[in-house]
């Protein structure tokens, strides 16, 4: 098995790197998964191995491999040196080793939008119903078990895989609700963004906290009876029975392998109904309303263009503020990977169909509130790493956004440069439009806030910032005069 060429190094991590456990891993003890240089690996206690051989043996998994729908993974050979993992104990040791491709960049389910996280869940049933004929299960159901290539969801957890045993339901099914099926519901059936209640709870939404939102005639909404109130219900008689006491009354019921595919089946032609289109807002034609001349738009892009091709072919471009996601598809053509951050749902989810139907895999739009990006989470605050901790990018546009963020969001304007060039890693380039006071966009925002409140924000003083934070070695006034556009080389 081949793993595909997505910015893995394919040379060995030197013997020198000390293997770094990634925090989200820990949950499963009978695999661990480490950071050794570039290199993802993944260390199985000997019943995984026995489980992760029998799984490569099998006539369904090598296709979901060789399509990309799993991500490349291949044993390490027992010469290799990145063989030798700590384990946390004196007296054991992994029975094996697996590297993995690393995906371009780590998002969480929070930072997705509507039809990202449907077409995560399909994919994720997919492989189940791909699973459950050969004899095997998935041991989880959580979305974090989802990456992205672009805008193809890929499914990393390959440790998840173990055989099906008589009378056993899928084990998942509890995780795919929270994470992945009522986060959904919210969005089709109520309108409601799923986001927030995911970044509040790493282990997704409870069936007590759906109960009470579909109540009366939304019983009978789709899906609604079944996989939450029944769900819910069977839970609480359950509390207090055994996992093996549940497999064994199953197993007596008559449940058989046939009736766990049909459960998987009828969960993806529930999905497949569950749809929503976020209602547009101000944002989602905002190219045609921000007033930009066709002068300033031709200068825009030019100097942008030369910018990301000054320094040679990027590795990973951020857009922060990526609206429609006009320059980060111009970013794509200079860049291994592209980055598209922007805050409102809706521009995102078109933007991701948009992608998604031209065949673009080099962009990945995500969801996010740049003035409250997403933080750690989970145990410790460090299981989900936070969006400051995943973007070091070589290049970093931020175009058209510090006034959103210095006046819009009163954030002051040293702690807006501050930000944008920590995204950066180190070497990289800032990409930063200053729009000035008297712009229409920026009077509009100020209009709305107490006269005087913004003393400092003013170019001058926005130049002096940038001049901090590194070298600017390019600039661009556009010709309506009221916008610059710098590019700043970050030490």
Same mark, same amino acid.
């Given at each position: 098995?081949?793993?595909?060429?997505?910015?893995?190094?394919?040379?060995?991590? %030197?013997?020198? #790197?000390?293997?770094?456990?990634? @925090?989200?891993?820990? &949950?499963?003890? *009978?695999?661990? #998964?480490?950071?050794?240089?570039?290199?993802?690996? &993944?260390?199985?206690?000997?019943?995984?191995?026995?489980?992760?051989?029998?799984?490569?043996?099998?006539?369904?998994?090598? %296709?979901?491999?060789?399509?990309?729908?799993?991500?490349?993974?291949?044993?390490?050979?027992?010469?290799?040196? $990145?063989?030798?993992?700590?384990?946390?104990?004196?007296?054991?040791?992994?029975?094996?080793?697996?590297?993995? +491709?690393?995906? @371009?960049?780590?998002?969480? @389910?929070?930072?997705?939008?509507?039809?990202?996280?449907?077409?995560?869940?399909?994919?994720?049933?997919?492989?189940?119903?791909?699973?459950?004929?050969?004899? =095997?299960?998935?041991?989880?159901?959580?979305?974090?078990? $989802?990456?992205?290539?672009?805008?193809?969801?890929? =499914?990393?957890?390959?440790?998840?895989?173990?055989?099906?045993?008589?009378?056993?339901?899928?084990?998942?099914?509890?995780?795919?609700? /929270?994470?992945?099926?009522?986060?959904?519901?919210?969005?089709?059936?109520?309108?409601?963004?799923?986001?927030?209640?995911?970044?509040? /709870?790493?282990?997704?939404?409870?069936?007590?906290?759906?109960? %009470?939102?579909?109540?009366?005639?939304?019983?009978?909404? %789709?899906?609604?009876?079944?996989? #939450?109130?029944?769900?819910?219900?069977?839970?609480?008689?359950?509390?207090?029975?055994?996992?093996?006491?549940?497999?064994?009354?199953? &197993?007596?019921?008559?449940?058989?392998?046939?009736? *766990?595919?049909?459960?998987?089946?009828?969960?993806?032609?529930?999905?497949?109904?569950?749809?929503?289109? !976020?209602?547009?807002?101000?944002?989602?034609?905002?190219?045609?309303?921000?007033?930009?001349?066709?002068?300033?738009?031709?200068?825009?892009?030019?100097?942008?263009?030369?910018?990301?091709?000054?320094?040679?072919?990027? &590795?990973?471009?951020?857009?922060?503020?990526?609206?429609?996601?006009?320059?980060?598809?111009?970013?794509?053509?200079?860049?291994?990977?592209?980055?598209?951050?922007?805050?409102?749902? *809706?521009?995102?989810?078109?933007?991701?169909?948009?992608?998604?139907?031209?065949?673009?895999?080099?962009?990945?739009?995500?969801?996010?509130?740049?003035?409250?990006?997403?933080?750690?989470?989970?145990?410790?605050?460090? +299981?989900?790493?936070?969006?400051?901790?995943?973007?070091?990018?070589?290049?970093?546009?931020?175009?058209?956004? #510090?006034?959103?963020?210095?006046?819009?969001?009163?954030? @002051?304007?040293?702690?807006?440069?501050?930000?944008?060039?920590?995204?950066?890693? !180190?070497?990289?380039?800032?990409?930063? +439009? =200053?729009?000035?006071?008297?712009?229409?966009?920026?009077?509009?925002?100020?209009?709305?806030?107490?006269?005087?409140?913004? !003393?400092?924000?003013?170019?001058?003083?926005?130049?002096?910032?940038?001049?901090?934070?590194?070298?600017?070695?390019?600039?661009?006034?556009?010709?309506?005069?009221?916008?610059?556009?710098?590019?700043?080389?970050?030490?």
């Amino acid at each position: 098995m081949v793993i595909p060429d997505l910015g893995r190094s394919t040379r060995p991590a %030197p013997l020198d #790197v000390d293997p770094r456990p990634e @925090p989200g891993s820990f &949950r499963d003890p *009978a695999n661990r #998964v480490f950071h050794a240089g570039d290199d993802v690996l &993944r260390a199985l206690d000997r019943t995984a191995a026995d489980h992760w051989r029998a799984l490569a043996a099998s006539s369904f998994f090598p %296709p979901l491999l060789a399509t990309g729908k799993v991500c490349g993974t291949e044993e390490l050979p027992p010469e290799s040196p $990145l063989r030798h993992l700590p384990t946390g104990s004196a007296s054991s040791s992994w029975a094996t080793v697996l590297r993995h +491709e690393r995906v @371009p960049f780590v998002s969480h @389910p929070y930072e997705w939008s509507f039809a990202m996280l449907r077409d995560a869940a399909l994919l994720h049933l997919e492989i189940l119903r791909a699973a459950l004929p050969s004899g =095997f299960t998935t041991k989880d159901g959580s979305a974090y078990n $989802l990456q992205w290539r672009g805008t193809d969801p890929v =499914f990393i957890d390959v440790g998840s895989f173990t055989p099906l045993r008589d009378g056993e339901p899928w084990a998942g099914y509890r995780q795919f609700c /929270q994470t992945l099926l009522y986060p959904l519901m919210l969005g089709a059936h109520l309108g409601l963004a799923f986001q927030p209640w995911l970044r509040a /709870q790493v282990d997704g939404i409870e069936p007590e906290q759906m109960g %009470p939102l579909f109540r009366g005639t939304r019983r009978l909404l %789709p899906g609604v009876l079944t996989h #939450v109130h029944l769900h819910g219900s069977v839970q609480r008689r359950s509390a207090a029975t055994s996992t093996a006491e549940v497999r064994a009354q199953l &197993r007596d019921a008559g449940y058989t392998r046939e009736l *766990a595919l049909a459960t998987a089946r009828g969960l993806e032609k529930l999905v497949r109904r569950l749809d929503h289109q !976020p209602p547009a807002t101000h944002w989602v034609d905002y190219q045609h309303t921000c007033g930009y001349s066709g002068d300033d738009r031709t200068g825009k892009e030019r100097f942008v263009t030369a910018a990301l091709t000054a320094a040679g072919r990027r &590795r990973l471009v951020l857009d922060l503020g990526a609206n429609d996601g006009r320059y980060a598809r111009l970013a794509a053509r200079h860049a291994d990977y592209v980055v598209a951050v922007e805050q409102d749902p *809706a521009v995102v989810d078109r933007l991701y169909r948009g992608l998604r139907g031209a065949g673009e895999r080099h962009v990945l739009p995500l969801v996010m509130d740049l003035a409250d990006p997403s933080p750690g989470g989970g145990w410790r605050g460090t +299981e989900r790493a936070s969006f400051a901790a995943r973007a070091k990018a070589d290049t970093v546009l931020a175009l058209a956004l #510090v006034h959103h963020l210095a006046i819009g969001r009163n954030v @002051p304007l040293p702690e807006v440069v501050a930000c944008l060039a920590g995204f950066a890693a !180190p070497g990289g380039r800032l990409v930063v +439009e =200053f729009v000035h006071p008297d712009d229409p966009m920026a009077a509009r925002l100020l209009a709305n806030k107490p006269d005087g409140i913004f !003393p400092d924000y003013r170019r001058d003083a926005f130049e002096a910032l940038l001049a901090g934070h590194g070298t600017v070695e390019d600039r661009l006034e556009l010709p309506s005069g009221t916008r610059t556009l710098y590019r700043v080389a970050l030490p």
